[in-house]
């Protein structure tokens, strides 16, 4: 369990609820806890729950929703303020906080204490998972934005390797994972939800969050990789006639 004031209740299950600390260290945790939920939580609701799902009906489907978020209005600043930013701070300050923390789960088993462990590994995943997507689908090769009919090839080209398949599962269970109990922590810590019996109640109901977004998630990757093939075929061939322009233009 991570290592408590003197004055504050040792709980062998669950968790303590946020404490008054001194300077700003308070004021930067509950803005690293809320940054969980809103934005970062809601964006990763959006992009596994909604817009990969799209992939489901086929590439026409997905370039739609691909065209829809990149015409948005002033689109560059809700990336910026309500994406980037916030996962930034809530990635970095939560690394902090796993190098300040003292989880004891060998000294002392309990069930608090491995959900803290896991929760501190399924973040640090989920960070350089959400980087790395980020990185490759919006500043490598074709621009998306201009180009949505290509978006479904880019990315079925991406996971057509299987250590980049395999990372995508990976990083998508972990953030998965990370931001369903981190939806508990978020009401046990801000007193939503108090007691033990609905504290457990509403942890089954993370869990089968969890479980909802992972098989969402998977479904989509499975379809990038494996399905519509020939119709994505002409967004795979765009991608690579961009490719081959920037690498002509950076010669």
């Known amino acids: 369990m991570v290592s408590a004031s003197p004055t504050a209740p040792v709980l062998a299950h669950g968790v303590a609820p946020l404490r ?27 992009h596994i729950l909604i ?9 026409a489907a997905y370039a739609r929703q691909v065209s829809f978020l990149a015409n948005l209005p002033l689109v560059f ?18 690394f902090y906080i796993w190098y300040r923390g003292d989880a004891n789960t060998v000294a002392y088993p309990w069930t608090g204490n491995w959900m803290y462990t896991l929760q501190r590994w399924t973040g640090g ?5 959400i980087v790395w997507h980020t990185w490759s689908m919006r500043f490598t090769g074709v621009d998306l934005h201009d180009h949505p009919m290509a978006s479904f090839g880019k990315v079925a080209a991406e996971v057509s390797h299987p250590l980049l398949f395999a990372f995508y599962v990976v990083g998508l269970i972990a953030a998965s994972w990370h931001f369903a109990y981190g939806i508990w922590l978020f009401c046990a810590k801000w007193g939503i939800v108090s007691g033990s019996i609905a504290q457990r109640r509403l942890l089954g109901l993370c869990l089968a969050f969890f479980l909802i ?7 989509s990757l499975y379809t990038f ?15 690579q006639m961009h490719a081959t322009s920037d690498e002509r233009r950076a010669q």
């Not at 990789?225 to 994505?232: G, K």
């Open 20 to 46: 008054a600390g001194q300077g700003i260290s308070f004021f930067l945790r509950r803005l690293h806890s809320l940054t969980g939920i809103i934005p970062v939580g809601a964006f990763l609701f959006e």
């Open 51 to 59: 817009s990969n799902a799209t992939a489901i009906s086929g590439p």
């Open 77 to 94: 600043f809700l990336e910026l303020f309500g994406i980037w930013l916030p996962i930034a701070y809530h990635g970095l300050y939560g």
């Open 125 to 129: 995943i989920a960070f350089f998972y």
């Open 213 to 219: 977004m992972s098989a969402v998630g998977i479904a």
């Open 225 to 239: 990789r494996t399905r519509f093939q020939d119709a994505s075929g002409a967004g795979s061939t765009v991608v």
